[in-house]
């Protein structure tokens, strides 16, 4: 919580998703408990009592009057189960400073992320109406869809586990289970498992299981996920949906797609995951090797992308809104899933810590050498990323409904910084409005039309300059300012807390201006 707030850094300081000042002049303010659950449901942050925001972003100390008092309320309500459903404060996150000439005390509340088994935190005893999330416009009330997730995420047995009681195990396509078994045979000769039945075979790998309600065997939600057909499986998972799409041709919508609900195969994930992946990597370049006489067609690309696809529907939540959608791209390959990343998008990036939503279908892939237990499927991929010398994957998690991205792009850095720099030159041989009027839909080109007027006569702006300029709150120019960061207008240049953003290759702009 270190990096969150930094004293000596408190000039530079903007309220964004981690950050969060209010004056507290009359004691404690009610909107504090919004902003614990949010922090405490997302990543963390701190919550500033002491201090105000100006019409700029900037921060201004306004003093607390009674401190001790202060303190004394908010540790009577944060221990009160009736205000807050678990407090995650020790006394050390709570802390007073004096700021400025005036000496002017604020109270700093370091809030940490809850573990996934602590979630929701919510307030007013009420787990549906006093549950929040945070985003860069503020504290935001769940929905009941998120809340359930939450609670569904709590256990340590994964939703995939639930032995379905009222299904007979001649629901699941067994066309399906002989081709998966197949796979693991020729992967695995002489694996124990090679002389069980079938049924035996899918209580072994936790695609089945005995029923506590009448003693028989019974498919598991990972077993009907993984081998039944999706007329039946979204008898049990209502949004079910796994969509597969190749957008290479830009005048046509797609020229191939593949949905679990079309008919013409069994739409589950089993099928699915062999299905694409085949489409997928038709494209990859595989490099000339030879191995023990023989020639070697799989190669760390290959690995990775069977990580990655592998990754997303092992941590989908097939309750979630909105299905898996897989995304191929002429020089990208966008992944999709419903659902929250468990560990945390920093630690996704990191590894080491394995947290699977659907540890049985993780179990089931692990068995056809398919997924990495420890947590490093996810480093691997940006290594290998790296190591072609592709830009970098980027993780994004999506919010109302749960999303968790990855885009994989095949571009090579530099062709990328080239082709972005000739197109830039290319397009300010006329104006940014004329520019922009053509790259922008038409919303999002009015939105950001006064910034772009501005853009035309000035190199760089800041969000608090865009927020004088629009009229509009500091979060809301922000995303103003994004629109045009995607767009490749203009890029941050400096600490992303206070960033101004400058117009990219300005002084070709200006040399194709004279």
């Known amino acids: ?221 990972a077993g009907m996920l993984m081998f039944g057909d999706e007329y039946n499986i979204v008898r049990h998972f209502p949004e079910y949906f796994l969509d597969y799409r190749e957008e290479l041709d830009p005048t046509t919508r797609w020229s191939d797609r593949l949905q679990s609900s079309s008919g013409e195969w069994s739409g589950n994930v089993c099928d699915f995951y062999f299905r694409v992946y085949n489409k997928i990597i038709k494209d990859v370049k595989v490099p000339f090797k030879m191995s023990g006489g023989e020639r070697v067609d799989d190669t760390p690309v290959h690995k990775a992308i069977r990580e990655a696809l592998a990754n997303c529907l092992i941590n989908a939540d097939y309750h979630g809104l909105r299905g898996v959608v897989i995304r191929k791209e002429p020089d990208k390959l966008v992944l999709a899933n419903p659902g929250y990343i468990r560990t945390g998008k920093k630690q996704m990036r990191l590894g080491g810590e394995s947290d699977p939503r659907n540890k049985a279908l993780m179990k089931m892939f692990n068995l056809i050498n398919i997924g990495e237990r420890a947590g490093s499927g996810v480093p691997n991929i940006f290594n290998v990323w790296e190591d072609e010398g592709w830009e970098e994957p980027v993780i994004e998690e999506r919010f109302d409904p749960d999303r968790t991205v990855l885009s994989l792009s095949f571009l090579k850095k530099e062709d990328t910084k080239m082709k972005k720099d000739e197109d830039f030159i290319q397009k300010n041989e006329r104006s940014l409005k004329e520019v922009l009027k053509e790259v922008l839909n038409p919303k999002d080109y009015e939105k950001t039309l006064s910034i772009i007027e501005y853009l035309e006569t000035n190199s760089s702006i800041t969000t608090q300059t865009a927020r004088q300029i629009t009229g509009k709150s500091l979060a809301t120019a922000w995303r103003y300012i994004q629109i045009l960061v995607k767009a490749g207008i203009l890029e941050a240049d400096g600490n992303t807390n206070n960033s101004e953003y400058i117009v990219k290759l300005q002084s070709k702009r200006q040399d194709a201006k004279e």
Not at 58 to 71: A, D, E, P
């Open 1 to 221: 919580m270190n990096n969150t707030f930094n004293l000596s850094q408190f000039d530079k300081y903007r309220e964004d998703n981690r950050r969060e000042v209010k004056k507290a002049n009359g004691g404690l303010p009610v909107s504090l408990w919004d902003t614990y659950s949010s922090f405490a449901n997302c990543y963390g942050g701190v919550i500033i009592l002491g201090v105000k925001e100006n019409k700029d972003g900037s921060w201004k100390t306004t003093g607390l009057q009674n401190v001790s008092k202060l303190r004394k309320e908010f540790w009577d309500n944060m221990n009160n189960p009736k205000k807050v459903s678990i407090n995650l404060l020790s006394e050390d996150d709570v802390q007073t400073y004096e700021v400025g000439d005036n000496h002017d005390v604020i109270m700093v509340i370091y809030v940490p992320m809850a573990k996934r088994e602590q979630k929701p935190v919510y307030i007013n005893n009420d787990i549906f109406n006093g549950t929040f999330r945070r985003n860069y416009e503020g504290d935001y009330r769940c929905t009941r869809l998120q809340v359930k997730t939450m609670l569904r995420d709590q256990t340590e047995r994964t939703m995939d586990m639930e032995v379905l009681d009222k299904v007979p195990m001649e629901d699941l396509n067994y066309d399906t289970i002989h081709g998966y078994r197949n796979s693991h045979r020729s992967l695995k000769e002489g694996h124990p498992f090679e002389r069980l039945s079938d049924h035996e075979y899918l209580r072994s790998i936790g695609a089945a299981a005995i029923s506590d309600e009448d003693g028989r065997l019974h498919p598991t939600a």
